[in-house]
């Protein structure tokens, strides 16, 4: 008896909710569909009248008829309702609030792989490995005995959607340099007038690297006493979505930057943090990333663009940033069929490119040659940040949208339904069927496979997680793999490899090392099949190059203004791009 009276309370609840929601669905609907109702309650009406006309002639059976009718006219609005509210009734068997609590318990207590559990698709935590560093260590366990939460209010739920106020205490990171910094100063004088000269100072009359290490070391110590004093409180409000049958967190920007101490490269601090406390005693080069889970990079600066039409300025380039550049041998050369004497670049500490257009073996193309300090600034941007979405954008506005420094255009994903998908790790979509993929890991490495080599989803995983892929290229083919030109002739599933088309390619020259092509009709000159496309980036010293969607897609924008000469001159719109970015932070910590 009980359980009966059980069933009729829920079945009770679910009524009275589901009016409530329908009513209120009503009052808020729009024009359409309060035309579509509208529309129903007169069907309704006219059937109504017609069947009481055949009842009262005894055409038909009015009660079986009345049945009929309504339970068509139910099913009609309910339908109607359905498009305009969704869900109407929803009680899920946990709340938000104690997912939040199980969530923040488990991050805070240094469980990653537990709270990663909590997590929507596609959002990563930022984690830091232990024994890597002992002064990483200590920066490392301040800030988690600086985490502390509280669930501010109520819960805010709309069907299976759900808003937790939480207030987070963390330790601000850069607010400890300037206590590191006035520490220093008493211990390097004391260590100065204790110790011998030789123990402190090289041949060179310089700090030893090994002395300043240690009074580094302590006055990081002594620093950290005060860290409560940098303590910090916040109010964020972590979403929540209820997939399949579990709620699913999203922290959000806020409190993922909570999360690294408010420090945009919170894995990068301790080396970054000596290098400014030390600056001007011993030179520690800065080291600047990006967090995986940017959706938007760091601004470029404005004033570290540029423009010219003499060859020697973009040499000189690569001259003033030797640094980033290295001993790699360039692309650029000063010499060549250029057209337009339109020589683009970029330059800052985190990356440098330069552009230029040529004829070259009779195709026009557009060169951007890329360097950058770390692999995170390479990067995809997918429309609205979401994999499958159906909104479309051109490539300047996803470039714009990044942040990019410079972009180009990706493999089109949302056109087709063949390919591999891997985005910020995490596999969308397995149907390879005989396509060559480009993986793109952490260090900014392109990566490939080949048809058939990736068996099933679980083995594309295993290879993502075994190779650390941020992301995966499905368009291809391969054009030169591991220095060695590819024969890319005879038949492939995308892009007329035997035909002349516009192209679009990119491929590594070596680490952190670029070289971006599209290449155009104009001057006079075609497109290209994909063996002549293969044969220039090879020609041009790539090691590995990957070919990208062509035709009107191929397309490359620099300061979210196009560059090449895109076919039709329009610019067509595409689900996603890939882009490199400037990995110096804003808010000037420049």
Same mark, same amino acid.
């Given at each position: ?15 009275? +909710?589901?009016? @409530? ?195 580094? *070391? ?42 690294? /101490? ?78 337009? /004497? ?52 051109? @490539? ?20 087709? *339904? !063949? /390919?591999? *998908? ?23 490495? %392109? ?31 391969? %054009? ?7 024969? +890319?002739?005879?038949?492939? %599933? ?10 679009? @390619? ?25 063996? !002549? ?48 970015? +400037? @990995?110096?932070?804003?808010?000037? !910590?420049?």
């Amino acid at each position: 008896m009980v359980k009966y009276l059980v069933m009729f309370d829920v079945f009770l609840y679910v009524c009275k +909710t589901g009016m @409530a929601n329908i009513i209120r669905t009503l009052r808020e609907m729009d024009y359409l569909h309060l035309l579509l109702v509208c529309l129903i309650v007169g069907v309704f009406l006219a059937m109504l009248i017609r069947f009481f006309r055949y009842a009262f002639e005894k055409r038909v059976r009015i009660v079986w008829a009345l049945m009929a009718m309504m339970c068509a006219g139910v099913a009609l609005f309910m339908c109607v309702i359905a498009s305009a509210a969704g869900t109407l009734v929803f009680e899920p068997d946990s709340k938000p609030e104690d997912v939040v609590r199980v969530f923040l318990d488990s991050y805070i207590q240094g469980n990653i792989e537990e709270a990663k559990t909590y997590l929507a698709p596609g959002i990563v935590l930022p984690e830091t490995a232990e024994g890597e560093d002992e002064l990483k260590d200590r920066f490392h366990e301040a800030l988690l005995n600086s985490y502390s939460y509280e669930i501010t209010g109520e819960t805010d739920m709309q069907d299976t959607h759900a808003v937790v106020p939480v207030s987070f205490t963390y330790l601000d990171m850069q607010a400890l340099i300037p206590d590191i910094s006035e520490e220093l100063t008493p211990l390097l004088e004391y260590g100065v007038e204790n110790r011998g000269r030789n123990e402190v100072f090289d041949e060179e009359k310089n700090y030893r690297h090994e002395f300043l290490d240690e009074i580094y *070391t302590m006055s990081v110590d002594t620093g950290l006493m005060k860290a409560e004093e940098h303590y910090v409180t916040e109010e964020y409000q972590i979403e929540l979505d209820y997939l399949d049958g579990e709620w699913k967190t999203y922290p959000g920007a806020g409190l993922m930057n909570a999360f690294r /101490g408010g420090v945009r490269a919170g894995e990068d601090f301790a080396n970054n943090a000596k290098s400014e406390v030390l600056a001007g005693l011993a030179y520690i080069p800065k080291i600047y990333t990006i967090a995986e889970d940017a959706t938007v990079a760091p601004a470029p600066i404005r004033e570290a663009y540029g423009q010219t039409d003499d060859p020697a300025v973009i040499s000189a380039l690569f001259d003033e940033y030797s640094e980033l550049v290295g001993d790699e041998k360039r692309v650029w050369s000063g010499e060549g069929d250029f057209k337009g /004497g339109d020589f683009r670049y970029y330059a800052d500490e985190t990356i440098l490119f330069v552009s230029w257009k040529e004829i070259y073996e009779n195709h026009y193309c557009a060169f951007a040659e890329v360097f950058v300090a770390d692999g995170s600034q390479f990067r995809r941007k997918l429309a609205e940040d979401t994999y499958g979405s159906a909104i479309q954008k051109s @490539a300047s506005q996803l470039a714009n949208e990044a942040n990019a420094v410079i972009a180009m255009n990706g493999d089109y994903y949302k056109f087709r *339904t !063949e /390919g591999v *998908t891997v985005y910020n790790r995490e596999l969308y979509r397995f149907k390879p069927y005989k396509l060559e993929l480009c993986h793109v890991d952490s260090n900014g490495d %392109l990566k490939f496979t080949y048809a058939g080599e990736l068996e099933d989803e679980d083995m594309a995983r295993k290879y993502v997680s075994d190779n650390d892929v941020l992301f995966t290229l499905a368009f291809g083919p391969v %054009l030169v793999a591991d220095g060695v030109k590819r024969e +890319t002739g005879g038949t492939y %599933l995308l892009g007329q490899v035997n035909e002349n088309y516009s192209r679009s @390619a990119i491929g590594q020259l070596g680490e952190h090392h670029y070289l971006m092509m599209n290449l155009n009709y104009g001057y006079n000159t075609g497109g290209a099949t994909i063996s !002549e496309t293969a044969n220039i980036m090879y020609d041009k010293g790539c090691r590995q190059a990957y070919a990208l969607d062509g035709g009107q897609t191929a397309e490359m924008v620099i300061d979210n203004k196009v560059y090449n000469a895109i076919d039709y001159g329009n610019e067509r719109m595409v689900s996603d791009i890939i882009y490199f970015a +400037t @990995a110096l932070p804003e808010d000037g !910590e420049r």
